[in-house]
């Protein structure tokens, strides 16, 4: 069975410019969640799908960042603009059920320069 | 915001010892979960703890929960290179979020 996908695993960029990042979820989990993790510190969430509606967004800054689930399945999270504070570890994540076991990509790490 | 804390941040210890984590939490939770993960890798899922358990093992990993003082410990025994890596509780709470603690860096030496 294939584990959480995520692409890019590695990307930078120069301030301002916009990012995105995409997750493929395990089939049938319901739950979808993307983390920011930075050095030496655990995932802080940003933002969790049950199917395709965000129902819980409230660390998500959305002066600049946005995520989108469409049918439910895939994901995507940009930024735009990126700052420099924004370089860290995007993971993501997903579940049968809230506070079930999640199941972790590897992550995509942005150095924003 | 991270709404759990882990002692210690750090943990060094020789192969074959064992080695124990904290990690506390602030209100009421569903459950607790533990997770490790490896430098440069994705957390895995180690053991998940509900909130009527009190202890709960599997293979070399023991985890308790005391919910009269909010907090859980993580028990590896017989400890092996292998197992060094950021350990990490996640409390799971009753409105279906969940948070993650800063972590434990272990480090088991050959």
């Known amino acids: 069975e294939a584990g959480v996908v995520q692409s890019p695993r590695y990307k930078i960029i120069e301030k301002k410019q916009p990012v995105a990042f995409w997750c493929n979820p395990i089939?049938?989990?319901?739950?979808l969640y993307w983390y920011l993790q930075n050095l030496g510190q655990g995932p802080e969430l940003l933002i969790r799908?049950?199917?395709?509606?965000?129902?819980?967004d409230s660390q998500l800054p959305k002066d600049r960042f946005s995520a989108e689930r469409l049918k439910g399945v895939d994901s995507t999270l940009k930024i735009q603009p990126a700052e420099l504070g924004d370089s860290a570890v995007y993971l993501c994540?997903?579940?049968?059920?809230?506070?079930?076991?999640?199941?972790f990509g590897p992550g995509t790490r942005l150095t924003v320069l | 915001s991270q709404q759990g804390e882990e002692d210690p941040q750090a943990l060094s210890i020789q192969e074959g010892e064992n080695a124990t984590m904290n990690c506390s939490y602030k209100t009421s939770i569903n459950n607790l979960q533990w997770y490790r993960q490896n430098s440069g890798r994705g957390l895995v899922h180690l053991i998940l703890?509900?909130?009527?358990?009190r202890e709960k093992h599997s293979g070399r990993l023991r985890v308790t929960l005391d919910t009269s003082k909010k907090s859980s410990s993580l028990l590896i025994t017989a400890s092996r290179a292998a197992d060094t890596a950021s350990y990490f509780c996640a409390s799971g709470y009753n409105n279906n979020d969940m948070r993650f603690g800063a972590g434990t860096r272990l480090t088991v030496k050959p």
């Open positions: 089939s049938g989990h319901n739950t």
């Open positions: 994540a997903s579940s049968f059920i809230s506070t079930g076991e999640q199941f």
């Open positions: 799908y049950e199917n395709e509606e965000a129902v819980d």
């Open positions: 703890i509900r909130s009527n358990e």
